[in-house]
């Protein structure tokens, strides 16, 4: 209601109007277009006849003279054209204006529509706004004519201005022909590129189902890809409690025999009993990697966090592969602060940590020295504790660098080949330091050796 009202102060603003005054005769035949124009051009204020027909119109028209008719042009019994021949025949009807609603896709329907002395056209489809605008001129421009008095050639409204044309009649059906055959280009214009953008839509549309069905695919195959993980942690897990079983039990006989509380063993029994108990020993170790790598990637790695003293940590885990070091010649030699340093920390996932790295650098040189290191000093209001291992070994060289810490990684550089391995100690080392909220970081040179830190931000 007050969108009405304020269309019709509008509307009567600005073309000094009182829509109150003038009544408006809409012929159409389709009754739902029909009520929408009644209702629209009802709504600021103009009295409305609604006609089915061409025939209708007119007999309604005899009845009662109406300001304006405005048509629709395709109708049964009589069409809109044939409605406006016989209004501008009849000299008691010809001075109301006609205004026909046309899709203006043919030059000829403007020639049709002067032939039968229409006022003005109103291209379909139109907005609401242009028809009422539309409306007020015609009929401010017949008020206008009916006025011009004194004043010579053909007053208009255009907009809210008034304009007086002298030119001729030819002069003005050429320009009126000429102006109606861009309109009409440029209305096929439009029309091509309207149906440009629906084809594009159609095409946005295939593509975007394309991409709903590559979507929906890709999230069956993680979803399956996950399950593949599952069994395969599943798997190596149990695979890896079966094998364990076994090899604790191999160790343990060895040791048994070793000890020789069954009776004497000769040295190459004594020398082949050490050999099974190391390979046993390290196929246990890689087991345990195994296993360890599978509980984290199943998310199943659980922390007991509690105080753990550094430097104790450190000096038991060097003694305990001191004799690693000392079997290939190597100098192991650990470098702690006299102040005690001690962190909240999970103490087993720490010292594999530890144990990795000191084991690796063993494994790497071949001649030399692994120093171990333990420092912490304050970063960012905390405690920042360094474990740091390093070695003077064959180094990494900057390709195979970024490829330390994948899971069953292994350099296939001839120097270090040798060395036996799943390729999972760093990999794990990692992800055991960032369950511990720390990162392990290491920097090398081929030839010269590496250094691999273990940083946790821990208080102390």
Known sequence: ???????????????????????????????????????????????????????????????????????????????????????????????????????????????????????????????????????????????????????????????????????????????????????????????????????????????????????????????????????????????????????????GFTGTLLMKLPGPLTHDQDKQLNTIRTSARHLLSLINDILDVARIEAGKMTLALAPVQCQELLGETAESLRSLAEQKGLALTVDLPAEPIAIMSDRRALTQIIINLISNAIKFTEQGTVRVSLEQHASDGGLVTEFCVTDSGVGIAADDQSKLFQAFAQLDATSTRHAEGAGLGLYLCQNLANLLGGSVQFSSELGIGSAFTLVLGAKQ
Request: net charge negative; aromatic share 4%; glycine share 4%.
């Open 1 to 251: 209601m007050k969108e009405s009202t304020a269309r019709k102060h509008s509307v009567e603003q600005a073309h000094d109007i009182h829509t109150e005054d003038y009544e408006v005769l809409v012929v159409e035949d389709s009754p739902t277009q029909a009520e929408r124009l009644r209702r629209l051009i009802q709504s600021i204020g103009y009295r409305v006849r609604v006609a089915s027909n061409g025939q209708r119109a007119l007999n309604l028209i005899r009845e009662r003279k109406p300001h304006l008719v405005v048509s629709d042009i395709v109708m049964p019994e009589m069409n809109g054209y044939e409605l406006c021949r016989a209004l501008k025949a009849d000299p008691t009807l010809r001075a109301i204006p006609v205004i026909l609603v046309t899709a203006l896709n043919d030059a000829k329907d403007i020639i049709r529509g002067i032939e039968c002395g229409a006022d003005n056209f109103i291209r379909k489809p139109y907005s609401e706004e242009y028809l009422l605008n539309r409306i007020s001129q015609v009929l401010l421009n017949q008020r206008l004519r009916q006025d011009a008095g004194a004043e010579t050639g053909i007053g208009v409204y255009l907009g809210e201005q008034k304009h007086f044309i002298n030119a001729s009649r030819q002069q003005m059906l050429d320009l009126l022909i000429s102006t109606y055959e861009q309109a009409v280009q440029v209305n096929g214009e439009l029309q091509a590129r309207e149906r440009q953008v629906l084809e594009l839509n159609m095409r946005l549309s295939h593509h975007a189902a394309e991409l709903e069905a590559h979507n929906q695919e890709i999230a069956l195959k993680n979803i399956e890809l996950a399950e593949a993980n599952r069994m395969k942690s599943a798997f190596i897990a149990n695979m890896s409690h079966e094998l364990r079983t076994p090899l604790n039990a191999i160790i």
